[in-house]
């Protein structure tokens, strides 16, 4: 059975850093984009960052450019996204996506409609 299993959560100071990983499993990574969203509550996911299939070519949303950087392991079948100069609004539950288009490419990744499978949330707490 597919899975995507979220870990890396916690809390931390303003302008402290976390990782987040992604653990994929029971279906066929390599070949999708993949990408993280984040959650507030009563609010719709947004889009964070995004990586398509091959790894070349990343997106951010506006907040997260400069202080986020996604990456994926097609060995190990992870996808990690490093957040750091965190600030209270990066407080939210976390989740990662697989694209639903195969060979995801750059324009694919950057559409939160895009993407159709997800785990089940990390909590970030950023404290003031």
């Known amino acids: 059975q597919e899975q995507l299993q979220e870990s890396g959560g916690g809390v931390v100071q303003a302008g402290g850093s976390l990782r987040l990983s992604c653990q994929a499993s029971?279906?066929?990574?390599?070949?999708?984009?993949f990408g993280w969203f984040r959650q507030y509550p009563g609010k719709d996911r947004e889009l964070v960052a995004g990586i398509t299939w091959t790894g070349y070519v990343t997106y951010y949303s506006d907040s997260a450019k400069g202080r986020f950087t996604i990456s994926r392991d097609n060995d190990e079948n992870t996808v990690t996204l490093r957040m750091n100069s965190l600030k209270p609004e990066d407080t939210a539950v976390y989740y990662c996506a697989r694209n639903s288009q195969l060979q995801s490419g750059s324009r694919a990744i950057r559409n939160p409609d895009n993407y159709n499978f997800w785990g089940q949330g990390t909590q970030v707490t950023v404290s003031s």
């Open positions: 029971g279906g066929i990574f390599s070949n999708y984009g």
